[in-house]
């Protein structure tokens, strides 16, 4: 490796300086919202977040101007959908097996409203057995393991439903499970 053979790295002194990127003014916030809205899916919380992020980085000029009001903006032009998001979000989460208590975690950490989180919420407790099933089959627990683990195993495999947002019922009833006997749906 070079730093074993004599050779020195170069000192941070010696580098090109870092160019500061100047103050954000209304102007350019609003066009950090749109890059940002292009590029991700996300919702009105989490933009506001990242603009009030980028303000506090780079400072500000001119007169103040609020993220969320930028947020808003972007929401009544149609570029942020929380209710879709939260839809979208779910989904994915129920996809990798996650429960509801961290799907609504997830939902509440966006920044989504009560009434956008609140049908997803409800799906992901309806679907609460197929999500921690999905789970099972990916970590091969209970139903899908090859034989029946010893009990110190099945602590840690409960420990991982619980983790990922299952209720104890429902974790338990899956790590209880035999392998091969799947757990009838309700």
């Not at 009105?44 to 609020?66: H, V």
């Not at 609460?128 to 602590?155: C, N, Q, T, Y």
């Not at 299952?166 to 091969?180: E, F, K, L, Q």
């Amino acid at each position: 490796m070079w730093h074993n053979q004599g050779v020195a790295p170069t000192p941070p002194s010696a580098r090109t300086p870092r160019r500061i990127p100047p103050p954000l003014d209304a102007a350019a916030l609003e066009r950090l919202a749109l890059r940002y809205v292009e590029r991700f899916a996300t919702s009105r919380g989490k933009l506001a977040d990242y603009l009030a992020r980028k303000i506090r980085e780079r400072g500000w000029d001119g007169a103040p101007a609020d993220p969320r009001d930028v947020a808003q903006r972007m929401a009544d032009a149609g570029y942020v959908d929380d209710r879709s998001f939260a839809e979208q979000k779910g989904a994915a989460l129920a996809r990798r097996g996650y429960g509801a208590r961290r799907v609504a975690e997830t939902l509440r950490a966006a920044g989504l409203d009560e009434e956008d989180r609140a049908p997803v919420i409800d799906e992901a407790h309806a679907t609460a057995l197929e999500s921690a099933l999905r789970l099972a089959r990916r970590k091969r627990i209970g139903p899908f393991a090859v034989a029946r683990a010893d009990p110190r195993v099945r602590e840690r495999q409960l420990a991982a439903l619980l983790r990922a947002g299952h209720a104890m019922t429902i974790a338990r009833r899956v790590v209880d499970s035999a392998p091969g006997e799947i757990p009838a749906l309700d």
